[in-house]
């Protein structure tokens, strides 16, 4: 596993943050053991690829299995971030979990689940989340394999849901109740998330921080695809796209995704950093 240490005066470490729903619609993808080469060879370089997503960190970490990737990443829409053991010297204001160190900006599982269905029986509105679902019908629903769908059912933070409701203005109604009760509703990619991350940026900006403390000077770049709902929102120098392949879809495939970022990496290397944070 890689291991930041305190860089060289004069030199650049390059974080990049990728949004990665829109990048992974076939998992079984051709292309993902060349996006793996792809990424180990990031990682050999020094460039730190942080993985933030809508997802659970179960899947998460099969994504980082499928690719080799043995760095932080922030799960379940900047509830949470996890850094590997070891990875920095120093992780203040975490607590230690096994194989990690996870910093919470949330309201656990179970807390939200409890204050959406209070919400939504207050309001009279009937609502569907992962908690109500068996795995089977969220593979269903939301067309995932059954592997998939059951990591996706581990959930930590956040509640994927629906309204039933022949009310136009269901949706928001309820977030403006989940608002007054201390809760909050993201959309992204069109579906609706109940959470307890008012700032969905601050996990981001957490990392940042632990990263500048570590490693001095950085430039730090957000990835994502140009249809992506759900842009990245950390404060980042420089915002960077790629291009969707999928006609008729909103996905970027995972040889496009690994591209992009080498292609970054390479431009990093290629113009001082000051002109490249200017972009």
């Keep these: 596993m890689p291991t930041l240490t305190a860089r060289k005066t004069g030199s650049t470490q390059l974080v990049v943050f990728s949004n990665v729903d829109g990048v992974f619609r076939h998992p079984q993808s051709p292309f993902m053991p060349a996006a793996a080469v792809a990424c180990e060879r990031l990682e050999r370089a020094g460039v730190s690829v942080v993985l933030c997503s809508n997802k659970t960190r179960a899947e998460i970490q099969q994504i980082q299995r499928d690719l080799r990737l043995h ?5 379940e829409a900047g509830a949470a971030a996890f850094v590997p053991r070891g990875y920095f010297a120093d992780v203040p204001d975490a607590i ?11 309201a656990r599982y179970d807390t939200i689940v409890r204050g959406l ?3 939504a029986a207050r309001l009279r509105l009937r609502v569907v989340g992962f908690n109500d679902m068996t795995i089977e019908e969220i ?6 394999p059954l592997l998939r769908a059951r990591l996706a059912k ?3 933070y956040i509640e994927p849901f629906t309204v039933s409701s022949d009310d136009p203005r269901a949706l928001a109604r309820l977030t403006r109740a989940l608002e007054s009760a201390g809760l909050y509703c993201q959309q992204r990619g069109g579906v609706s998330y109940a959470t307890g991350v008012s700032k969905p940026s601050a996990a981001m900006s957490w990392l940042l921080r632990v990263y500048q403390s570590t490693c001095g000077s950085l430039l730090t770049i957000g990835l994502s695809g140009v249809s992506d709902e759900s842009r990245l929102l950390a404060p980042v120098m420089r915002e960077a796209f790629v291009l ?3 006609r ?14 080498t292609d970054l990496a390479d431009e990093m290397r290629r113009r001082p950093a000051a002109a490249l944070a200017r972009g």
């Design 244 to 246: 969707d392949d999928d």
């Design 248 to 261: 008729g879809g909103r996905a970027v495939d995972v040889h496009g995704w690994a591209k992009g970022i």
């Design 96 to 106: 230690e979990i096994p194989g990690y160190y996870l910093r919470e900006f949330g």
């Design 139 to 144: 593979a269903r629903d939301w067309r995932l």
């Design 154 to 156: 581990l959930r930590e």
């Design 71 to 75: 760095q932080p990443f922030i799960a």
């Design 117 to 119: 269905q209070a919400v």
